[in-house]
């Protein structure tokens, strides 16, 4: 069975920092252009987004109150549904003892809260840049708070990694890929484009799923709260998008079909779990292509962009060529699916009383 971290059961606010060779961190420098933009008439310009900006306000939350983390995390069984398992149901599968499933499963559970925790770095460094570049005061507000929200996102999963699970996997290339774009892109519509919308939507589905059928209690309960908070970054990319490519150049239209369509690609092969393989000494081209065979795993994928297409219908960027593509990739069938404002609107009561 696996191990259960020795300090699973043990918080320590003032632990000492572990050395950066054993968790691997790193430094790096990345130039990005960024234009800044003062604002000096600080016109309340856009109701919807000052709006945004009250409720953030009012739906804040303290990580050392709200969540418990003195609770035991038991890491002794798997923390999601068997038949998630990316080789479940396979060959491979089948010849592995209970031990190296329940190992195995810890690994891949740590992979996944290790992207959650390197996509909300990335977020908090978007949102700060769009402070900087945004032109209208009440859209500087919003993302003011978001840089609040993002670095709580990143404190708790690096407090669950290395408290509770007791490692992390480093970035996975494709979501680096796509973070890089978006960072160092200087237009900050392609910046909202890409953190709120492609990679903040692709967030709120995939937290959802970790929360609706992970089996772990403090997991279950942190995520509902990143959830609260991903739900309005969602909608501040769609709020301040949905009118502003209304009146754009076909080319310059495409060029945002385009990227959406390529940043869609990248979020779905960063799924493929080849750092678990390759760490685990397993034939990772075999592992990866059980991974995309499996049809609970197609599944997952899919559903990642259950948010994505419908915000992306909104802002009027879903064109018959786009349609196309995205019913190559198997996702088009959401774009009737729940507006991002529906998942907005039912947060409201929900932050005192989790669902669990």
């Known amino acids: 069975m696996a191990t259960p971290n020795p300090a699973a059961s043990v918080v320590n606010a003032d632990r000492e920092p572990e050395p950066a060779a054993t968790r691997g961190l790193t430094l790096e420098h990345l130039d990005a252009n960024l234009d800044v933009v003062y604002n000096w008439g600080y016109e309340q310009t ?9 409720k953030a306000q009012r739906l804040q939350w303290n990580p050392d109150d709200t969540l418990p983390w003195a609770d035991e995390v038991d890491f002794a069984k798997l ?15 089948e010849k592995m003892s209970i031990a190296e ?70 970035i996975s290339p494709y979501l680096k890929k796509l973070l890089d774009l ?19 939507g692709l967030a709120l589905a995939a937290f959802g799923m970790m929360r609706d059928f992970g089996t772990e209690p403090l997991m279950k309960r942190l ?7 991903e739900a309005r970054h969602v909608a501040y990319g769609v709020l301040s998008l949905r009118d502003y490519y209304s009146d754009f150049t076909e080319k310059d239209r495409n060029e ?69 593509r995205f019913e190559a990739l198997g996702i088009l069938q959401f774009e009737s699916w729940q507006d991002p404002f529906e998942s907005l609107n039912a947060t409201d009561g929900q932050l005192a009383k989790p669902p669990f």
Not at 46 to 54: I, T, V
Not at 137 to 164: C, I, N, P, W
Not at 182 to 200: A, F, P
């Open 101 to 170: 499933r329940d190992s195995l499963g810890l690994e891949i559970y740590a992979w996944v809260t290790s992207q959650f925790l390197h996509g909300e770095q990335g977020a908090l460094l978007a949102a700060s840049q769009l402070v900087n570049c945004v032109p209208d005061m009440d859209s500087k507000y919003y993302a003011s708070t978001q840089v609040y929200d993002e670095g709580r996102h990143v404190e708790v999963y690096d407090r669950y990694l290395h408290e509770k699970i007791g490692f992390s996997y480093p």
């Open 182 to 200: 978006i960072l160092t892109d200087s237009r900050w519509d392609m910046k909202l484009l890409g953190m709120q919308i492609m990679v903040e």
């Open 256 to 324: 945002r079909e385009d990227f959406i369509y390529e940043s869609a690609v990248l979020m779905r092969d960063r799924f493929l779990y080849d750092q678990v393989w390759e760490k685990m000494g397993m034939p990772a081209d075999e592992c990866r292509r059980i991974t995309l065979q499996s049809h609970s795993q197609q599944m997952f994928r899919q559903m990642l962009f259950s948010k994505i297409v419908p915000a992306i219908k909104k802002m009027g960027l879903l064109s018959a060529r786009q349609r196309t």
């Open 79 to 93: 923390q999601f549904p068997e038949q998630m398992f990316p080789l479940h149901g396979s060959g491979m599968y």
């Open 46 to 54: 856009r109701s919807d987004l000052r709006a945004l900006y009250k």
């Open 223 to 229: 995520t509902h709260y990143v959830m609260l908070d």
